[in-house]
């Protein structure tokens, strides 16, 4: 640990391993041009005061166990003259990796030089030994290494959507992530394919790094991708609140040890509680809102402009690894969480995807900033919650007063076997009960709200087979009297195939009910029968279309037997069913 803290410019020269550095000087500092010199930085610079001029001899070392990165600066940048060759380091997975490159656009490399060790075209080539990848795609002459497949290994976000670069001949674009596949270094074998051993790798840019406090645009709302602007490991919670008015604080990163059918990572998604970040699906990576250098991810924007990332949202907060963990949330807040799982041929079960409803009284049952949009992953299976014609990965409302229901939605399935995962937390195991309906076999599975559920189901092309809405969650919550009574009928009974819940089952006082969510506005019809089928009176009643609690007094008379049957029919033609309890 070096502090460098003189009146006069001071000088450094030679080769060495630095694990702090700091510049406290406002004569600043020279690094020795030339060979024979080359400053190394293992762990953080600090520029303080001056000016460091580098003679492009310093390198932010990364590897296994950390990166180096740079300290928070002046606001105003302007504190190193010079290039920097900042590192990152990839362990050996063949996945799919979002790279931000924290450079100055002016003097930016090619991505050639970078990535490929200026290589590129040439597969078999490996100059450097540890360093560099293959990237495929195109043809040599635009710099592309050659395999059987030629499929793109490096995409750029382009009209909302991913498309393989040009050429690997061009600079470096600083002002969005890559998507960048990774097979391992330049030593892999691309004509082995997926069989090649994999790896570690460093890939390293030598150029100008950002610096001084950045004013980043987003375009649109919702999720608008971006990256870490830094080689620094940075605050994202600190940038968002900084940012209020355009951005919520949910985030979604790439986790590449999300396993999928591919095997080659995923989108995993954060979203901030009210005291810490709750992830959907569970990631493999240890996840936070901090975000390390050469990070990419999507910020959730409210609006469109510009926010600031200021050079005060940089941390000491780790060595730079994928991710850090944060404090748990607060466990007055229930949540289920889903996974789902691929069955793969080879007996593996990774998660593909995930989603997580969370029931808490500092939530709203309307869209805010607490919930967090579904981003389809193109490459896998998806799978979200819907609500109000939208679909989230994380959807947050209040507790659950008597009924409600968690829409599942999946898409992009393939002909093949799956696994829904259901955990939850702090539910009242005794008031509580939850069952997962599957629309295709027409199965109504009870689930514990103590320990795992496993449901185990197949896709095949049949459209009702992969249909979006196939699974829902029915959630039951008995009230304290009803418990008391301990009837052996439900105290509440929902109606499959619609939105009504029966509330107060055994019912009193010739009164039903009704918890109407999401169903259809106009006149009902309500039919009590026996349980031979003959009914014994009807009555009517309109909703609006909201939801929210009907209720139907009917006439007094002497029932024929405790138990009957309410039918509802609704003006679109839906029916449900109760059998109810008569006190």
């Known amino acids: 640990n070096i502090a460098l803290v003189g009146t006069a410019s001071q000088s450094i020269s030679g080769i060495g391993n630095y694990n702090n550095l700091v510049l406290n000087n406002s004569n600043g500092a020279v690094i020795g041009s030339g060979n024979g010199n080359m400053v190394s930085i293992t762990g953080r610079y600090t520029p303080t005061s001056g000016v460091l001029t580098t003679n492009d001899n310093i390198t932010l070392k990364s590897t296994a166990s950390s990166s180096g990165t740079i300290a928070a600066g002046p606001t105003g940048g302007n504190y190193i003259n010079g290039k920097v060759i900042m590192e990152r380091h990839i362990p050996g997975r063949r996945a799919w990796r979002l790279i931000n490159f924290p450079v100055a656009l002016s003097g930016a490399p090619t991505i050639n030089q970078a990535l490929q060790e200026n290589a590129g075209g040439n597969a078999s080539s490996n100059p450097n030994p540890g360093y560099g990848t293959h990237i495929t795609g195109g043809s040599v002459a635009n710099g592309f290494d050659q395999n059987s497949s030629n499929n793109p290994s490096m995409k750029e976000w382009a009209g909302g959507t991913w498309a393989g670069i040009a050429s690997t001949n061009n600079a470096i674009n600083n002002q969005h992530p890559y998507f960048l596949f990774v097979r391992g270094s330049r030593a892999n074998n691309l004509g082995m394919g997926i069989n090649a051993p994999v790896d570690n790798t460093v890939l390293r840019v030598k150029a100008s790094p950002k610096q001084g406090s950045q004013m980043l645009a987003v375009a649109g709302t919702g999720w608008q991708l971006t990256g870490n602007p830094f080689p620094s490991v940075i605050n994202l919670d600190a940038m968002a609140a900084a940012n209020s008015s355009r951005l919520n604080r949910n985030f979604v990163f790439w986790d590449p040890k999300l396993g999928g059918s591919n095997n080659v990572g995923g989108y995993v998604t954060a979203s901030y509680n009210g005291s810490g970040y709750d992830y959907s699906p569970a990631p493999v990576s240890q996840l936070s809102e901090y975000a390390h250098p050469f990070a990419g991810f999507f910020v959730d924007a409210i609006s469109t402009g510009n926010y600031l990332v200021s050079e005060?949202?940089?941390?000491?907060?780790?060595?730079?690894?994928?991710?850090?963990?944060?404090?748990?949330?607060?466990?007055?807040?229930?949540?289920?969480?889903?996974?789902?799982?691929?069955?793969?041929?080879?007996?593996?079960?990774?998660?593909?995807?995930?989603?997580?409803?969370?029931?808490?009284?500092?939530?709203?049952?309307?869209?805010?900033?607490?919930?967090?949009?579904?981003?389809?992953?193109?490459?896998?299976?998806?799978?979200?919650?819907?609500?109000?014609?939208?679909?989230?990965?994380?959807?947050?409302?209040?507790?659950?007063?008597?009924?409600?229901?968690?829409?599942?939605?999946?898409?992009?399935?393939?002909?093949?076997?799956?696994?829904?995962?259901?955990?939850?937390?702090?539910?009242?195991?005794?008031?509580?009960?939850?069952?997962?309906?599957?629309?295709?076999?027409?199965?109504?599975?009870?689930?514990?709200?103590?320990?795992?559920?496993?449901?185990?189901?197949?896709?095949?092309?049949?459209?009702?087979?992969?249909?979006?809405?196939?699974?829902?969650?029915?959630?039951?919550?008995?009230?304290?009297?009803?418990?008391?009574?301990?009837?052996?009928?439900?105290?509440?009974?929902?109606?499959?195939?619609?939105?009504?819940?029966?509330?107060?089952?055994?019912?009193?006082?010739?009164?039903?009910?009704?918890?109407?969510?999401?169903?259809?506005?106009?006149?009902?019809?309500?039919?009590?029968?026996?349980?031979?089928?003959?009914?014994?009176?009807?009555a009517y009643f309109t909703h609006d279309g909201s939801s929210s609690i009907k209720k139907v007094v009917l006439k007094k008379q002497q029932w024929q037997g405790n138990i009957m049957f309410a039918i509802i029919n609704g003006p679109d033609g839906s029916t449900a069913r109760f059998k109810i309890l008569v006190q």
Do not use: W
């Not at 295709?440 to 689930?447: A, E, K, P």
């Open 312 to 538: 005060n949202v940089k941390c000491n907060c780790g060595n730079g690894n994928v991710f850090r963990p944060v404090a748990p949330a607060n466990n007055s807040t229930s949540k289920m969480h889903i996974s789902l799982h691929s069955i793969n041929a080879d007996g593996t079960a990774p998660v593909v995807d995930g989603a997580m409803a969370a029931f808490g009284n500092n939530f709203s049952d309307e869209t805010d900033g607490f919930d967090a949009a579904k981003l389809n992953n193109t490459l896998t299976e998806n799978i979200s919650i819907s609500k109000n014609n939208n679909k989230f990965s994380i959807e947050r409302r209040k507790p659950v007063a008597y009924y409600d229901t968690v829409f599942l939605n999946i898409s992009n399935m393939k002909a093949k076997d799956y696994q829904l995962e259901i955990n939850t937390e702090n539910f009242d195991s005794t008031g509580t009960s939850a069952f997962l309906e599957d629309s295709y076999t027409g199965s109504r599975t009870q689930l514990s709200l103590s320990s795992e559920n496993l449901y185990h189901f197949r896709i095949i092309n049949t459209p009702a087979a992969y249909a979006p809405e196939r699974f829902r969650v029915i959630i039951n919550k008995v009230s304290s009297d009803a418990l008391a009574k301990k009837t052996s009928i439900p105290a509440i009974a929902n109606a499959i195939g619609s939105d009504i819940a029966l509330l107060q089952n055994p019912i009193q006082n010739n009164t039903l009910f009704l918890q109407m969510k999401q169903m259809k506005a106009g006149r009902y019809a309500v039919s009590i029968a026996s349980i031979d089928g003959k009914e014994a009176q009807s």
